[in-house]
């Protein structure tokens, strides 16, 4: 094999192994509160379609050709992210709980402000009833 070629596998595989990782947390956050059965099909299918993407990424880099090095850095690419991944989730988690509460605030001033324009116009109906009463026909009060 090419040593370009060769190169790009480890690469790739690397890459993977981040992707992984990150997929399977996102995979166990998803199925965490599942019945068992269908965590063991999930999880199943989950690992299925990946196993099928790594195929056909390797297949189109090298012919698919799989040595063990190429398992190894995609090892390596787990190990090394899987602390990382769990990190920047816990960051999006936190972020997002952020944006509601923004989210939250932001539509409670709308009400208010919406409320307060809604009793103003109020008021100027009232007003205008009471000063147009007497000049206006009884079907337009």
């Not at 190169?7 to 956050?29: C, D, H, Q, R, Y």
């Not at 009471?130 to 206006?136: G, K, P």
Request: with cysteine; glycine share 2%.
């Amino acid at each position: 094999m090419q040593n370009e070629i060769q190169l790009l596998s480890f690469l790739v595989s690397f890459i993977f192994g981040v992707l992984f990782a990150f997929l399977n947390e996102l995979n166990n956050k998803f199925i965490f509160k599942q019945k068992p059965h269908f965590k063991v099909i999930i999880t199943f299918l989950f690992i299925l379609n990946l196993s099928l993407l790594y195929l056909m990424l390797i297949y189109n880099i090298n012919g698919g050709i799989i040595h063990i090095y190429f398992f190894i850095f995609i090892l390596l690419g787990y190990l090394i992210s899987f602390r990382k991944i769990k990190n920047v989730l816990k960051y999006v988690k936190h972020l997002s709980k952020k944006l509601k509460r923004v989210k939250k605030d932001s539509t409670t001033w709308y009400n208010v402000e919406k409320n307060r324009r809604w009793e103003m116009w109020r008021r100027f109906q009232r007003k205008l009833k009471e000063e147009c009463s007497s000049h206006l026909p009884f079907w337009l009060l």
